[in-house]
């Protein structure tokens, strides 16, 4: 939690998303989203970049990519979803 009061929460998709890989990989992702809401240099929302015809924005972790949404009237980072991509960025192994 950053000192603006920021936490993050999975949904339920991205909780299963997350229970089908790999504990090293879970472990990474979980380290960036507790780093993101405890930045004192950027907040959260400064994170996320636009997705095209959507109303959520992704976060890039290594090579995956959480869809996520801020919701800054309660300060919370909610992931919606992840998905592994390949290096050019295209959807690899969906998680969806």
Known sequence: ????????ELSST??????GLSPTEQD????????IVSSPWRDPP??????????YKKIRVGEFRLSVTFRQDDGRLVVVADQHGDVR?????GLV
């Open 1 to 8: 939690m950053s000192d603006d009061g920021w936490t993050w």
């Open 14 to 19: 991205a909780e299963d998303d997350l229970d």
């Open 28 to 35: 990474r992702i979980l380290d960036k989203l507790d780093e």
């Open 46 to 55: 400064d994170y996320g970049e636009p997705l095209q015809n959507s109303p």
């Open 89 to 93: 960025g295209e959807v690899g192994r």
